[in-house]
Each structure stands twice: as structure tokens, then as C-alpha cells.
């Protein structure tokens, strides 16, 4: 899996929009975009995941680079429960690698 | 979640005793994981089994092995456990129902903390 670069942390206030972003210079053309995130020890939970179009779900939206280098992790209305720590995952063989991603705040 | 049980949920072992940590899903998925996560490490894939009796090794396997004998089972042994090996463990499952092979999550359980004294 390509590397992916995630900066350690963020803050957002509550009600707004938290845009997280991720580089992965060096995907390959198989290799989908993942996003999880991690509330305390709990499980990691799935988010959303794109190849090369934007994607949109009910929790988030997902927004890739032409180039396919970076994208961008939409929360359109962050709320204290979206506190936690975000992946970043370029996903192409079995080996699935996590980082240790972005740690967000929500604000009060 | 995700139809997923993780057991036992907590463990206290003793240094040299093996140990046995079970994952059992009830979605009849083909791809299953098991991640050890430790403060400044993430998440790490330690093996992983894409069928029945058909499993392969992650980037952390030494110390490890894995059985997968029915699809809804997969365990992870710890043959003689050391203190090194204390931390939480996940299993993950993951459907080969996406148009390519990896356009399909995984899906984690609640985890199991282990801790060897």
C-alpha cells in the first residue's frame, strides 16, 4: 500500500465543517482511498472510500485530486461525537496498513 | 458490530502461557484480519486468512499463528506469551462482493485487551 501522510492533529469547532486532508503521492491506479476513524479504544469504524471520484454517504464526504495525490475527508457539520482519531488509507493487496493518522477536536 | 465477536474481551496472562483469542463473525464474509494496536504503532496487521484453512502473515507475525477451520471462525494463538505482546487486538472482517477486489471495507470488531504479566 502507497504511503499516506496525515497531519497528528486538528481542531474544529462544533457545527462546522472539519476538513482533513491526506497526501498519497505515490498510489498506484488500483489502490482505493479509505477513510476510518477510531473513538477511544473502541473498534476503528469505516467512513466512506473512493477510487477517483468523489464520494458522498451519510457520514462524510470524500474528496480526491485529479492527480489522485491527496484528498480531503469532509465532515459537512462536526459534531463532540466526531472527536476522534481519523485514518488515511491507501488500500491495493491485503496488507492493509494503518498510520497513526490525524487526531481531531471538536470544540465546543 | 458488523456482526462481529470478539472473546474474551479482556485477559490477564502470565509470561510463557499460551493463549487463545477467538473472532467469530456472522456474515459468512471470506477476508478476515487480525491487528494488534500499541500507543505510537497504529494499527498492524499481524495475519490474515482469505479462506477456509488459507491464511498468510502480516507485517507483525513472529510469536503468532492463526487457524481458520469454518468460515465464521478465526483464531489467533499465542504460543508462550510474552510481555511484549500486551495490547489490544482486533479482528476485521471483509466481503469479496465489491466489482474489484478491494472495493470493499473492512469491518472491525470491539477488540480483545490483553495484557502479559
Request: aromatic share 10%; proline share 4%.
Amino acid at each position: 500500500d502507497a504511503k499516506t501522510t496525515q497531519p497528528p492533529s486538528m481542531d474544529c469547532a462544533e457545527g462546522r465543517a472539519a476538513n482533513l486532508p491526506c497526501n498519497h503521492s505515490t498510489i498506484s491506479g488500483n489502490e482505493y482511498v479509505y477513510w476510518y476513524r477510531q473513538i477511544h479504544s473502541q473498534g476503528p469504524q469505516y467512513i466512506i472510500h473512493g477510487l477517483k471520484n468523489n464520494e458522498t454517504n451519510e457520514m462524510a464526504s470524500l474528496i480526491i485530486t485529479e492527480d489522485r495525490k491527496s484528498s480531503t475527508l469532509i465532515l459537512p457539520h462536526a459534531t463532540l461525537r466526531d472527536t476522534a482519531v481519523y485514518y488515511c488509507i491507501a488500500f491495493g493487496n491485503e496488507k492493509l496498513t494503518f498510520g497513526t493518522g490525524t487526531r481531531l477536536t471538536i470544540i465546543p | 458490530d458488523a456482526g462481529i465477536t470478539q472473546s474474551p474481551r479482556h485477559k490477564v496472562t502470565e509470561t510463557g502461557t499460551p493463549v487463545t483469542l477467538r473472532c467469530h463473525q456472522t456474515e459468512n464474509h471470506r477476508y478476515m484480519y487480525w491487528y494488534r494496536q500499541d500507543p505510537g504503532h497504529g494499527l498492524r496487521l499481524i495475519h490474515y486468512s482469505y479462506g477456509v484453512k488459507d491464511t498468510d502473515k502480516g507485517e507483525v507475525s513472529d510469536g503468532y499463528s492463526v487457524s481458520r477451520s469454518k468460515t465464521e471462525d478465526f483464531l489467533l494463538t499465542l504460543e508462550s506469551a510474552t510481555s511484549s505482546q500486551t495490547s489490544v487486538y482486533f479482528c476485521a472482517i471483509r466481503s469479496d462482493r465489491g466489482d474489484t477486489m478491494y472495493n470493499s471495507p473492512l469491518h472491525f470488531g470491539n477488540g480483545t485487551r490483553l495484557t502479559v504479566t
